[in-house]
């Protein structure tokens, strides 16, 4: 293993998004990279560029939740075939709104050239909203 194996490149994305890493976040996507998010919230939606899946997914995902209380998250399970990657994934916090926040959440990813070039981010959407979002 080169270490740029596509199981690699997203197990340490994950690292990086526990450690607060924000320049191995950025270094794990392409630079036209993209991030997918269905349903109706303020993350839905197709975030096309590094710069927007960083700035824009990530950073309104995480201004939803307290800065001053614990935010984790810890990788159940990683399977790869070629440049693909399925993750399964447990998510915690405390949102803004002062409700728990406790997700169980997968995603498909796309390796190429030691980066990931996109991501399909599936999850409870109405868990993440009842648990976030001001009702």
């Known amino acids: 293993m080169t270490g740029n194996e596509p199981k690699d490149v997203v197990r340490r994305y994950f690292e990086a998004l526990a450690a607060g890493d924000q320049a191995a976040i950025r270094d794990s996507w392409a630079e036209d990279?993209?991030?997918?998010?269905?349903?109706?919230?303020?993350?839905?939606?197709?975030?096309q560029g590094r710069d927007q899946v960083i700035n824009g997914f990530l950073a309104t995902a995480f201004a939803h939740l307290d800065p001053e209380k614990e935010v984790g998250l810890?990788?159940?399970?990683?399977?790869?075939?070629?440049?693909?990657v399925f993750a399964e994934w447990d998510s915690w916090a405390t949102g803004r709104t002062g409700r728990p926040y406790d997700q169980k959440n997968s995603g498909v990813f796309t390796v190429r050239d030691g980066k990931i070039v996109s991501m399909r981010e599936y999850a409870d959407t109405q868990n993440w909203a009842l648990a976030l979002l001001d009702q």
């Open 33 to 47: 990279g993209s991030c997918w998010y269905g349903g109706d919230l303020p993350i839905s939606g197709t975030w």
């Open 74 to 84: 810890k990788v159940t399970n990683l399977f790869g075939e070629g440049e693909q």
